[in-house]
């Protein structure tokens, strides 16, 4: 029997970094989400498709085709959708200011919430020293971030025969390790400069697989993670507020409330 599914209709979804082409792309979870949430607009806050990957060695899963037909079927139903190029997807910066269906490509958009505030949404890898002018260190860093998920892999099944929960490898050297710190600091400055600059009140970025939301520099940042490892994603409410949200955690809660919702029946 096919699970009912309680729709949440929010008026923008940003959703960046998915990967398509990265084997530990968790591209159900993404299809999943999609279909758990109605937008009026929907943004692909680049990386969507990893060019990098699919250009040394070719990987497209049928899940991917079921993955563009939802987000087709959601176009062809009304909603706008806006994909913003990131350094994966670079190849389709060819096609900015066009549409491929009915979705619109562009480098860089405003987007005006519900309460009028108005907010920089980019990908973010113009910002980053090393993509800008040391390409070849970004490929080695592409690299290396692919190695840690395969270790990560391995040490997640070591703590399943554990009955311990995921851990993530590569998030824990985000937060701990002082050079990682620093980077993700300065690309937040960085962003956050360039909204002060365009006269908006917010950024919404991608680019380095870090789901935050603050206003530490006097702008609201909000970074949507990624689809690799966190499943993250930011909404717009209706009522103009924005939120993270961690699809595997909000999975969970939704499936739980199913089965109590069945049980009561």
Same mark, same amino acid.
């Given at each position: ?86 350094? =994966? %997807?670079? @190849?389709?910066?060819? +096609?900015?200011? *066009? ?114 939301? =603050? %206003?530490? @520099?006097?702008?609201? +940042?909000?970074? *949507? ?41």
């Amino acid at each position: 029997m096919t699970q009912e599914r309680e729709v949440r209709h929010v008026r923008s979804l940003f959703i960046s970094d998915v990967h398509l082409g990265m084997r530990m792309a968790r591209v159900g979870q993404l299809t999943e989400f999609l279909r758990n949430h109605d937008a009026e607009t929907i943004y692909l806050v680049g990386d969507i498709v990893d060019g990098w990957r699919l250009g040394r060695n070719w990987y497209w899963p049928s899940d991917y085709n079921i993955l563009v037909q939802v987000l087709l079927e959601k176009a062809n139903a009304g909603t706008r959708i806006v994909y913003i190029p990131g350094n =994966h %997807d670079e @190849f389709l910066r060819e +096609y900015l200011g *066009t549409y491929f269906g009915e979705v619109e490509f562009v480098d860089r958009t405003i987007h005006t919430s519900a309460t009028g505030k108005t907010y920089l949404v980019i990908h973010g890898d113009q910002f980053d020293v090393v993509v800008m002018h040391a390409k070849w260190l970004a490929h080695v860093g592409d690299w290396a971030y692919n190695t840690v998920l395969r270790m990560n892999v391995l040490v997640n099944w070591a703590r399943r025969r554990l009955n311990l929960q995921y851990w993530s490898l590569s998030a824990w050297a985000k937060q701990k390790v002082k050079n990682a710190v620093s980077v993700i600091g300065h690309f937040e400055e960085a962003l956050v400069h360039e909204a002060r600059e365009s006269g908006v009140d917010g950024v919404i970025c991608g680019h380095i697989h870090f789901a935050d939301m =603050h %206003d530490r @520099f006097g702008v609201h +940042y909000i970074n *949507t993670g990624d689809w690799v490892e966190s499943c993250t994603a930011a909404i717009e409410n209706p009522d103009g507020t924005f939120e993270l949200v961690k699809w595997t955690e909000m999975a969970v809660t939704e499936r739980r409330r199913f089965r109590l919702r069945r049980a009561a029946q």
